[in-house]
């Protein structure tokens, strides 16, 4: 008897954590990354939630994006310094040689800078590979992004790894992200679960509005 109400509870507690992921979850990709900040500043236990749904959602993946990104940097110098923002869990840092700026909210490693990422402490033109994997949550993607060419050098290589099915329109967003001075070098759209696109800055981001860089929210279904 025992037996089975402990199963039970484990059970009762599984289904509420994957509850309120799926609810952090929908937070994070509906408000501005200010608004992430501020959520995981006030409730850092949320984070921890949130990356252990997050872990489990990945896990199911035939491959994880970071680990195709890790392949990438292995092929370039090491000598390149490199910033990924949202690093989670420093995965990226942990598996190449060059130097890695890591950002996140909450450190879930030492190696982690907190920070909101439309804002990192470092100075312009001084970084040659952007990172952002599954990273692209707030709304404020064209101020995020413009952060990342701010802290690029010309010539210097973004690549983002996101859910391929929160581009409504990829032809639309390539056209905002060249307006934030970001031309598309390579696309993989070989997995049907992420697509990984490589991009050159050519320039500093024109200001005014860029209505193609959005990106649907990545929202999870109860299993
Ligand atoms: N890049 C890692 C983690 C992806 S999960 C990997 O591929 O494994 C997305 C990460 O982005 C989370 O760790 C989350 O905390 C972080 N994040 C979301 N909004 C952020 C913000 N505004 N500033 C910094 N990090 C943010």
């Not at 507690?13 to 992430?36: C, I, V």
């Not at 599954?134 to 690029?152: P, S």
């Not at 070989?190 to 959005?214: C, H, I, N, Q, V």
């Amino acid at each position: 008897r025992s037996g089975r109400s402990a199963a039970l509870r484990a059970r009762m507690e599984e289904r509420l954590l994957g509850a309120r992921f799926r609810y952090l979850n929908q937070q994070l990709y509906t408000g501005s990354s200010r608004d992430a900040a501020r959520l995981f500043r006030a409730d850092p236990a949320a984070f921890h939630l949130y990356h252990r749904g997050f872990e489990r959602q990945v896990r199911r993946w035939p491959e994880r994006p970071v680990q195709r990104i890790v392949r990438y940097l292995r092929r370039r110098p090491a000598s390149l310094v490199v910033a990924d923002f949202g690093c989670g869990d420093c995965t990226l840092a942990a598996s190449v040689r060059n130097q890695v700026h890591c950002f996140d909210l909450v450190p879930l490693s030492p190696r982690v800078t907190v920070c909101d990422m439309a804002e990192v402490p470092l100075v312009a033109e001084s970084v040659d590979v952007a990172v952002f994997c599954l990273a692209l949550m707030g709304t404020n993607l064209q101020e995020i992004l413009g952060e990342a060419n701010r802290v690029l050098k010309l010539g210097g290589t973004l690549i983002v790894a996101e859910v391929a099915s929160r581009f409504e329109d990829t032809r639309a967003f390539l056209k905002g992200m060249a307006q934030l001075g970001f031309r598309i070098v390579s696309k993989d759209l070989s997995s049907s679960y992420f697509y990984l696109l490589e991009f050159t800055k050519t320039g500093a981001a024109r200001p005014g509005p860029a209505p193609g860089l959005r990106l649907r929210p990545c929202l999870y279904k109860r299993r």
